[in-house]
C-alpha cells in the first residue's frame, strides 16, 4: 500500500486498524520527492 502521509501523527490512524482488526505487522518505509528532498534541507540549521 502506497500513500500520502501528511503529517507522523496520522500514523495511529492508519495503522492501528491493521494491528487490531488483522493481527498484521506493519512497516513503514518513509521516501521523498525532490521538494520534499528541497524542504527539507532548507529547514537544516549549518
Same mark, same amino acid.
Given at each position: &500500500?502506497? /500513500?500520502? =502521509?501528511?503529517?507522523?501523527? *496520522? =500514523? @495511529?490512524?492508519?495503522?492501528? @486498524?491493521? /494491528? &487490531? #482488526?488483522? %493481527?498484521?505487522?506493519?512497516? /513503514?518505509? @518513509?521516501? &521523498? %520527492?525532490? *521538494?520534499? =528532498?528541497?524542504? #527539507? =534541507?532548507?529547514? &537544516?540549521?549549518?
Amino acid at each position: &500500500m502506497v /500513500f500520502d =502521509l501528511k503529517d507522523s501523527s *496520522d =500514523l @495511529p490512524r492508519i495503522a492501528e @486498524p491493521f /494491528f &487490531m #482488526g488483522l %493481527n498484521a505487522t506493519v512497516e /513503514f518505509t @518513509p521516501v &521523498m %520527492n525532490a *521538494d520534499d =528532498l528541497k524542504a #527539507g =534541507l532548507g529547514k &537544516m540549521k549549518l
